[in-house]
């Protein structure tokens, strides 16, 4: 730790001693570099600021989050490298008030299952990546909206559909966002919510649809569309549960089953590049809502986990991150293994199928085959 902290002195000094006194920013390029840096990234990301004053604004950020980027890509031996994401122009609190909504509270008590209690000698694979199985939808993207929570459960759900069906069916999170707000269910749209209350709710909705019914709109205020299940495909789940809390051989042992729902405290995964992501982050809560889907050991002995996000393709390792797995303490680094959470399904329930609509529909296509003989 104090190696590395020196070597991060010692890399902004050289840093700042190789530009000389002429250049006012602390950034490996000129001025007129980092200017041109801005305007390509500006149009890589489609940036479009209308208030007076707000690019120069966001340039000043956009030089703070470089100069960070180059601090820490300058260590040697670093893990994981930073790099000009989406967020470049975004603050920590800003990042934090928009993108960071994922709620630890949850509606109703946890009830926390054994079937992934890891038990002495049990054998788990080395490594499980569940988008080798097909199993994992692409990535999402869920905008300038806190509805990560969504984004985790229809992941997880997703997931569990295709072991359990043989299909994947990528899952509606507006329909989450839209009719999983009322009252006590614990979600709020873009202000955040849990992905163990949409669990919830879809048990009690008798299942989700897919986003191509029922897209993505990043729209906070849409009134809740009733879809007719009858004529749509739509997805059930029975039951959910927690995985045991705070033991990541348990999330190890779940995760080589299904894709498992946790929180991460993501602050500084804003700028987030590639490699395995070792922090600074606060492992005692988490306030962003992905999916394990696997997790390995790279060439160097590094554990991770494969951890899927909702921030697009173009963040991170095209929209997935490793995080360091084995943390010191058992809620995993960044709070990983602190509640993860995941639904179940038994093997037969195949809501096309399975519906009561479509039964009575059969019935009554049977009644009227009969009648008509
Ligand atoms: C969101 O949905 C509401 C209600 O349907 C609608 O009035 C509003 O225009 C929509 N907003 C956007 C940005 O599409
Ligand atoms: C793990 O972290 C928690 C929360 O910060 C702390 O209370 C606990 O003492 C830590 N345990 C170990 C073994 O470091």
């Not at 070597?7 to 570099?33: F, M, N, Y």
């Not at 479009?48 to 260590?75: Q, T």
Request: glycine residues 10%; contains cysteine; negative net charge.
């Amino acid at each position: 730790m104090v190696k590395t902290i020196s070597l991060v002195i010692l890399s902004v000094l050289l840093l700042s001693s190789s530009l000389g006194s002429a250049t006012a920013t602390e950034t490996k390029q000129s001025q007129e570099e980092v200017q041109r840096m801005y305007e390509q990234w500006l149009m890589e990301n489609r940036k479009n600021y209308n208030a007076l004053g707000e690019k120069e604004r966001r340039f000043n950020i956009f030089k703070d989050n470089l100069k960070l980027i180059e601090a820490h890509n300058s260590v040697p031996d670093r893990t994981y490298e930073l790099g000009l994401t989406r967020f470049a122009d975004l603050t920590d609190d800003e990042f934090r008030a928009i993108h960071l909504r994922g709620k630890m509270e949850v509606t109703s008590d946890p009830v926390i299952g054994d079937r992934y209690l890891y038990k002495e000698g049990d054998v788990l694979p080395d490594k499980v990546d569940w988008r080798d199985e097909g199993a994992v939808a692409p990535v999402k993207d869920q905008g300038d909206c806190g509805g990560c929570w969504a984004f985790s459960a229809t992941g997880a759900v997703e997931g569990l559909n295709k072991i359990k069906t043989g299909e994947l069916v990528s899952l509606s999170e507006q329909e989450l966002m839209d009719c999983d707000r009322e009252g006590d269910s614990g979600n709020f749209g873009c202000l955040g919510g849990s992905a163990a209350n949409a669990f919830e709710f879809i048990i009690e909705n008798g299942g989700i649809v897919t986003d191509k019914v029922y897209p993505y709109t990043e729209n906070d205020t849409a009134a809740c569309k009733a879809i007719e299940m009858v004529t749509t495909r739509y997805v059930t789940i029975d039951s959910y549960e927690d995985a045991p809390h705070n033991d990541e051989m348990s999330l190890k042992k779940a995760v080589a089953h299904q894709p498992i729902s946790v929180m991460v405290e993501a602050e500084n995964m804003k700028l987030y590049k590639s490699g395995v992501f070792t922090g600074p982050c606060d492992h005692w809560y988490g306030n962003h809502n992905v999916v394990v889907v696997g997790y390995g050991t790279t060439e160097r002995g590094e554990d991770y986990w494969i951890i899927r996000n909702s921030w697009g393709a173009n963040w991170g390792e095209s929209g997935y991150l490793k995080l360091q797995r084995n943390f010191h303490n058992s809620t995993g680094n960044c709070g990983v293994a602190i509640r993860p959470v995941y639904p179940l399904k038994s093997n037969s329930s195949f809501g096309l199928l399975l519906s009561p609509s479509m039964f009575k529909l059969g019935v009554l296509f049977v009644l009227i085959g009969w009648a008509l003989l």
